[in-house]
């Protein structure tokens, strides 16, 4: 049963809405990096970096920590799978509504004189 | 014939879903816009009752789709039509709301229906008021449980969240 209060999902989707975030964990699904990796390609400095990083963080699909002067940052498969999930169910059931028409759609063609309801335009 | 359904992002701002039908034009416009037909396949997540399905066709006219939910949670989404076009096209505001939570803010949703003869084939597009505003739907309008509504459907196709950029 989907859930529609789900705040540790809402974390997660506000995380992968910036395609800079996307872009780090793109580079963090090949092994673990430091900050300086994800932050070059996109020429980005560090405290900015270390802010899209903390907001991975927060929504649990990066773990840092840090060596000395250097964060070390890993990603992490489960939250991506339950968002995934979520997607694939919604997909689904509007397939399913499509599905439904088509249907409809078919009982339509088959009456040979259409029933136009009182009003319609 | 399984006709597929396809949605993707156009520009900054905007999401394209088309899908076919097997049905003439004027069939398809009926089942997409009479309540009554509406009310046949537009169903709401599992466990969820359509418990308003109102829409005044003419221009300025406004629409709502309401759904309850198993615990007496409320879904709804509304908006203005801004243009008619029998057996052609629609274009309208459309919002959503989920209990008392606050609107996320207003996009522009076109329907149209192209004949084909004895088939049908469909495009939506979703303007958004930002590029943010489309990107950001993408990831957090899941959580407020939109599948049923085909319109808004799309953010969450168009982005695959676990392919890198």
Not at chain 1, 52 to 59: C, D, G, I, N
Not at chain 2, 1 to 28: C, H, Q, S, W, Y
Not at chain 2, 47 to 62: L, N, P, S, Y
């Amino acid at each position: 049963m989907v859930q529609y209060r789900a705040p540790a999902l809402d974390k997660v989707f506000h995380a992968l809405a910036h395609p800079a975030r996307r872009a780090m964990l793109g580079r963090l699904a090949e092994g673990e990096r430091n900050l300086s990796e994800l932050a070059a390609p996109l020429r980005m400095s560090f405290p900015a970096a270390s802010k899209h990083v903390r907001v991975l963080e927060r929504a649990k699909l990066v773990r840092r920590r840090i060596v000395g002067r250097v964060h070390l940052c890993r990603i992490e498969g489960k939250p991506l799978a339950e968002a995934n999930r979520w997607l694939e169910e919604y997909r689904r059931v509007w397939e399913q509504n499509f599905d439904r028409l088509d249907d409809l759609l078919e009982e339509m063609k088959s009456q040979t004189v259409t029933k136009k309801p009182k009003g319609a335009t | 014939m399984k006709n597929t359904l396809k949605v993707v992002t156009r520009g900054e701002r905007e999401i394209v879903i088309t899908r076919d039908f097997n049905a003439p034009r004027p069939l398809v416009w009926d089942a997409m816009r009479q309540p009554e037909f509406v009310r046949r396949w537009l169903q709401g997540p599992p466990g969820w009752k359509m418990t308003a399905c109102d829409d005044d066709q003419r221009v300025g006219g406004e629409f709502k789709w309401a759904w309850v939910g198993p615990e007496g949670q409320e879904m709804v989404i509304k908006g203005v039509n801004k243009e008619v076009v029998p057996p052609e096209r629609v274009v309208r505001t459309e919002t959503f709301e989920v209990g008392c939570a606050p609107q996320a803010g207003e996009q522009l949703a076109t329907l149209e229906l192209a004949d084909h003869g004895a088939t049908t084939s469909m495009t939506i597009t979703i303007i958004y008021p930002s590029k943010e505003a489309r990107d950001g739907a993408v990831a957090s309008g899941m959580e407020k449980g939109m599948a049923f509504n085909y319109e808004r459907l799309d953010v969450f196709l168009a982005t695959n969240p676990s392919k890198p950029n």
